[in-house]
């Protein structure tokens, strides 16, 4: 299964175009261009456009039986219009004289290869198209296109985690299950569209014993070859960005949550049962394991039934009695942690 981000391309772009300035840009100082020479004043990112990368790349995905596999893909890419100021050499030694001006201020494209990770999105350098200074000196080139090497891949941070969490039993536990992520935008470049595949593991109660079961991978390499050429469906009903859940991963997190709770608190009644009982605690055995349905009513609701047995419950005897709960969650956001309530 995979949840699913999806942002609008030009608030995506936004982000990106802000993240690169707060970078430092060192383009070489002298810049001599035909009969123009001056010292570069500084630069700015003027704007971000999104494309598909025209030259056929690759992306790995591992299949469901494990085995990495290399996809065909047209790989998302960004170049941004960077613009260089240049003044000549007696503004730079004297900013009063009256030459402080900007002599010159052309403009080059710098492309991007947009990646994801299991927690940011990432922009590696491409190339440079230089556009009306293409005949700058290759000495220059050089320079220019090492100083946009060096800087590495810039990222993002995109933590899911406190979400992901949210669908395990043991909260508590570092491995959130990643198996695939990949990036991609539909047909049109509106939309962006961060995609994880995600394998949780749940737990299940048999004749009193419990278990830990690793469910199959579910997505198949079809499946990724669609989205990353631009398959994507969304329905974000005029928001800026939008994340889709499986309900199946909701109902499994809220069955696992309460499969794991209810026996811990036997467990913890068995390990002192006269502190429990003085406390006025009853051992509630499970004989039915906690099952859930979803229903898409007023942001979400999940209703779960589960059964076990109240032991030694009645006053007069001892006996135990067997019961049946129905619990109504509600599904919210607060404070920007999703709750269950």
Request: charged share 20%; proline share 5%.
């Amino acid at each position: 299964m995979f949840i699913e981000f999806q942002i609008e391309s030009n608030k995506f772009l936004s982000l990106l175009l802000n993240r690169m300035r707060t970078i430092d840009i060192c383009i070489p100082d002298k810049f001599t261009f035909g009969d123009i020479s001056g010292y570069v004043d500084h630069v700015w990112w003027e704007e971000a456009f999104l494309q598909r990368n025209p030259s056929k790349g690759t992306k790995e995905i591992t299949d469901p039986n494990g085995v990495i596999q290399d996809l065909s893909v047209n790989n998302l890419q960004v170049f941004l219009r960077l613009r260089i100021f240049v003044k000549t050499v007696g503004a730079v030694e004297d900013p009063n004289s009256q030459w402080n001006v900007y002599i010159f201020k052309p403009e080059v494209l710098v492309y991007f290869n947009i990646s994801v990770g299991q927690k940011s999105f990432c922009a590696s350098f491409s190339h440079i198209n230089y556009l009306s200074i293409d005949s700058l000196d290759d000495d220059t080139k050089q320079e220019i296109e090492l100083m946009f090497t060096d800087l590495g891949t810039v990222c993002g941070d995109i933590d899911f985690a406190p979400f992901l969490r949210l669908l395990k039993a043991d909260p508590s536990d570092p491995d959130l299950g990643f198996r695939n992520s990949g990036i991609s935008t539909d047909s049109s470049l509106a939309r962006v569209a961060l995609r994880f595949e995600i394998q949780l593991p749940y737990e299940l109660i048999v004749f009193g014993t419990m278990y830990t079961i690793l469910p199959p991978p579910t997505e198949s390499i079809a499946s990724w070859q669609s989205f990353l050429d631009g398959a994507i469906s969304s329905d974000p009903q005029g928001n800026d960005w939008s994340l889709f859940v499986p309900q199946e991963l909701l109902i499994k997190a809220m069955e696992q949550r309460m499969l794991r709770q209810l026996t811990e608190a036997e467990q913890q009644f068995l390990l002192d049962i006269q502190a429990a009982e003085a406390a006025e605690k009853k051992r509630f055995h499970v004989t039915k394991n906690p099952s859930a349905l979803w229903l898409p009513i007023n942001g979400g609701k999940i209703v779960m039934t589960f059964a076990g047995n109240l032991i030694d419950i009645c006053p007069l005897f001892e006996g135990d009695i067997e019961v049946e709960i129905t619990l109504v969650s509600e599904l919210s956001v607060q404070n920007q942690l999703v709750h269950f309530s």
